[in-house]
């Protein structure tokens, strides 16, 4: 396994430097460290999967992250950009590594991404050490901003509590009171398992059992007849990408015919593949493709302008993170040595996004929208209306909140 350098050491490295340059400014005319920073060209790091189940969601977080930064003239803070991607795999044994070829090797300035929650623990492992700014687009992995919470990490998508939450008592709301769940075994599955437990017991409703399959593993038939057999009113699971896919079309092949719910993730840019199959398919999201305000309309057009493909909730995540971007580093003109008035101004960021407006809590986690959506029609998802509004994760653990 790479391993991280120190703080210590960094700070000893940064401290040279910093020594170096304040020798160079006092016996020549050369200008001041932020003067020739401002030349060189911000270093965004990007570790997100470009291949494996997750491939999909990884491409159009980049995608979108670069057309929102375009779209405010292509730099920030005035400062030309370099971006510097690392495939993640979405595996999270890869992470160490893979964060260390951005933050140390690259030394990027900021680093976004990734899509799975394991590699986000192994990542704000080294990025809370190394004080190295950082901004997930994705993964809602909860101890990033929980236990694990920091100055310098923000969450620009979801927790994952957070779109889970509210499902338990839409279920409920439904008439439903026995449940199966579903999900991938590791961090995110637990916590959406977790999320929709919270509402769901104390309203009132029975998990019967909690069915975990080890990720990215997409063999679910055993399961299914186990599911089948188990006879629950309703189904909730969460599966995302490649995986959300298969499960929903291997649900349907299946033929049975109890409800299915899940986090949006079930559905979210694998809508079309699934066809048939999906519909009926309940999910709770903070995002929904027929959002009527001036932001989404603008962003699906110009999204689909720019990559010949439809938007879905991971290109918003990614476009509110380049918008994002430009917001903080044009308060700080482009010096990214100002980085206690970098983090203020992520902090106080309003994001007008497709999603609806949204602000950051004390831990940095969205403050946001969580929306109840239902496929009537293949590739047709509607927005029903909002299942909580402005939730906020309650980040356990943080002692910022
Ligand atoms: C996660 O690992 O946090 C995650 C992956 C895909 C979709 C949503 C969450």
Redesign the pocket.
């Known amino acids: 396994m790479t391993k991280s350098i120190t703080s210590t050491s960094r700070r000893r490295f940064l401290g040279g430097v910093g020594a170096a340059a304040g020798v160079a400014a006092a016996t020549s005319s050369v200008p001041t460290r932020f003067a020739i920073g401002q030349q060189a060209k911000i270093k965004v790091g990007i570790l997100l999967p470009y291949t494996g189940t ?1 491939a999909a ?1 990884g491409h159009n977080i980049t995608d979108a992250m670069k057309l929102a930064i375009n779209q405010a003239g292509g730099k920030l803070g005035g400062r030309e950009i370099e971006y510097i991607a690392v495939d993640s795999e ?1 595996d999270p044994a890869k992470a160490t590594a893979n964060t260390n070829k951005l933050v140390v090797g690259s030394k990027v300035d900021v680093i976004t991404g990734p ?6 623990a192994a990542m704000v492992k080294i990025t809370r050490e190394e004080e190295t700014l950082t901004v997930i687009s ?4 909860g101890a990033a901003t929980g236990e694990m919470c920091a100055p310098n990490i923000f969450h620009t ?2 927790t ?1 509590w957070q779109p889970a939450f509210p499902c338990g008592s839409v279920v409920l709301k439904d008439g439903h009171k026995r449940v199966v769940m579903m999900y ?1 075994k ?3 599955g637990f ?2 398992a977790g999320g929709f437990r919270d509402s769901f017991v104390p309203g009132g409703g029975t998990v019967m059992k909690e069915i975990q399959v080890d990720f990215p593993n997409v063999e679910f038939q055993a399961h299914l007849t186990e599911i089948a057999a188990l006879k629950p009113d309703a189904v909730y699971v ?1 599966f ?2 490649g995986g959300a896919a298969k499960f929903v079309k291997d649900y349907h092949a299946a033929g049975i015919k109890i409800p299915l719910y899940g ?1 949006g ?1 079930l559905t979210d840019g694998v809508l079309q593949a699934q066809g048939e199959a999906a519909v009926g398919i309940k999910t709770t999201l903070h995002y929904a493709n027929d959002l009527d305000n001036p932001a989404n309309k603008k962003f699906r057009a110009d999204f689909k302008a720019a990559t010949n493909r439809d938007a879905d909730v ?1 290109a918003v995540q990614g476009y509110d993170t380049g918008t994002f971007l430009v917001q903080a580093y044009a308060a700080v003109n482009g010096d990214t040595g100002a980085k206690k008035q970098i983090i203020a101004a992520m902090e106080k960021a309003t994001i007008d996004s497709p999603r609806g407006k949204f602000t950051f809590s004390k831990a940095h986690n969205p403050i946001q929208n969580i929306y109840l959506r239902q496929v009537k029609a293949p590739g047709q998802e509607v927005f029903l209306g909002v299942a909580h509004e402005a939730l906020a994760d309650p980040a356990k653990g943080c002692k910022m909140a």
Do not use: D, P, T
Not at 138 to 141: D, L, Q
């Open positions: 997750f969601l979405a899509v799975h929650s394991g590699v986000a994705n993964a809602g992995a998508s979801f994952n991938w590791y961090a995110a916590e959406f969460f995302a990408g986090s993730f991971y």
